[in-house]
Structure formats: C-alpha cells, structure tokens
C-alpha cells in the first residue's frame, strides 16, 4: 500500500542553520509529492510540492526534490530562523484509479529554532 | 479572500452528543475533505466529496457522516458512535481529486 515515512523530531535548530528532514515513500506508479506546514493551533499550510521525478520544489527558502531512485523527497533549507518553528509534514498524492485526491500522510517531524 | 473557512474554531460536547463541524469554501472547489489529526500523528482521511451529492468514505469513516447539497458546503456530522471524538479536525479542497489541496484553519473538538 501506499505510505510517507519523515524523520522523528522533535528537531531543534538554532537560528541560521541548515535543515534536513528526511521523506521516504512507498506508493504504486507516480505519484505527487508535497510538504505542507502547520503552525501551532493552524490548520495547514502548502509549502511546496513535485509532480514527477527529478522535480524540484521551491518555497520560501525551502527546497525538495523528488528522488524516484530513492523513493525520497527530504525538505532543506539552508538558514532557518525562529519564524520557521513549526510541525511539517510530507505527504502523497496516488495518482491512479479510486485513490485519487487521497492525501497520504507522514506523521510529522516538530520544527522548534532558537534564536 | 478566497478561503476555506471552518466553525466553531473550539468545540466542548458531552458524550452521546451528536455535533455537527461547518466547512464552507469560495474557491469554487469540486472536491473537498474531512481529516482528522490526533497530537504526534499525520492526518487521517474521515470522508471525501469529488462532486456535489457524491461522498466517499476515507479510512476512518466509522462514527462520522457527511453531506454535500451544495459545492461550497461540506459539513462533517460526530455522531454518538464515535467512540474516541477528541481531536482536530481539518477540511480541505482541491479543484479536482488529483489536484492540490488546500486546508481550513481547522476545528479542536473536545469531548467532555
């Protein structure tokens, strides 16, 4: 079946430095592939996504590249600040049949950065 | 603003109580969701509507019950049989099943 795997958190930064958390998947065929943000008591924020292999999504200084290969999508950034603290979430789209449109979720890593 | 807008933001209900959660979207959406998410995990799918007057249940639709008369309203029922209500629940739309979704600002549900 299909399923997101992240990182365990929580994971804590202090400000300016480089972010990794790591995304692996098991899906049939080609899905979509995409990272949402949560801040506390908020619903979900889409922060980027990828559609097919070797895409590369982009968002405010965040980065992830869909790796087929590796069945991989790990969300980057190189400088955090205080303002990214919040929980993120990896997520697949199955993109064949009946599961269209069911968004299947990791089960988020916590982002907290010092100052 | 175009939006997805959720209410009540809090909600208390006794057990045996059924409630009712209201998800509204101006997107002109075709497609809108009910997920439920409980602290440290991902978020679950309850119910789906690709299309107005067609649901779907998700996978965890057992306690819960849904409607959609009209394309901007897809309101989630907990009815009494839900064993375990306590939790936050999100909307969502996309413009097709294999589109983008965009989530509401959510409602916490408790149960007392």
């Known amino acids: 079946g299909n399923s997101v795997t992240q990182m365990e958190g929580p994971v804590t930064l202090s400000e300016e430095a480089f972010l990794t958390i790591n995304c692996t998947y098991t899906?049939?065929?080609?899905?979509?592939l995409f990272w949402y943000v949560q801040y506390p008591g908020e619903g979900l924020q889409l922060l980027l996504k990828?559609?097919?292999?070797?895409d590369k999504g982009s968002n405010k200084g965040f980065e992830a590249t869909y790796r087929k290969e590796t069945t991989s999508f790990h969300l980057e950034k190189g400088s955090v600040q205080v303002s990214d603290s919040a929980v993120y979430f990896c997520?697949?789209?199955?993109?064949?049949?009946?599961?269209?449109?069911?968004?299947?979720f990791g089960k988020g890593t916590k982002l907290s950065v010092k100052p | 603003d175009g939006g997805i807008t959720q209410s009540p933001k809090y909600l208390f209900r006794k057990e045996g109580q059924n409630v009712t959660l209201s998800c509204e979207q101006n997107?002109?959406?075709?497609?809108m969701y009910w997920y439920r998410q409980d602290p440290g995990q991902g978020l679950r799918l309850i119910y789906y509507?690709?299309?107005?007057?067609?649901?779907q249940k998700g996978d965890i639709a057992e306690g819960y019950s849904v409607s959609r008369e009209k394309k901007e309203s897809f309101p989630l029922t907990v009815t009494s049989a839900q064993k375990n209500p306590t939790a936050f629940y999100l909307c969502?739309?996309?413009?097709?099943?294999?589109?983008?979704?965009?989530f509401g600002p959510g409602t916490r549900l408790t149960v007392l």
């Open positions: 969502a739309s996309s413009d097709s099943p294999t589109d983008t979704q965009y």
């Open positions: 509507s690709q299309i107005v007057n067609d649901f």
């Open positions: 997520a697949l789209s199955p993109n064949y049949g009946g599961s269209q449109g069911n968004l299947i």
């Open positions: 990828a559609t097919k292999a070797d």
């Open positions: 899906a049939t065929g080609y899905p979509s």
């Open positions: 997107l002109n959406h075709d497609a």
